[in-house]
């Protein structure tokens, strides 16, 4: 998904989605983000496969 930086208010980015509807994210989470910057948005499925493969395991080894 991109979205659109519209412009900044205090410590917040105000976010223009691809539907219009504009809404505010944390500045530290883009914090080289400018007004009219591009923002693409994924979901990496790989790291978070090994995400939980980790956490499962360190909860198989916590209630062994």
């Known amino acids: ?14 976010i223009e989605l691809p539907s219009g509807e504009v809404v505010n994210i944390p500045k530290v989470l883009v914090p080289n983000a400018k007004e009219g910057d591009v923002i693409n948005i994924t979901i990496d ?20």
């Open 1 to 14: 998904m991109q979205v659109i930086v519209d412009r900044i208010e205090g410590e917040f980015l105000v």
């Open 45 to 64: 499925k790989d790291k978070t496969k090994m995400r939980e493969k980790n956490i499962n395991n360190l909860m198989d080894e916590l209630f062994k």
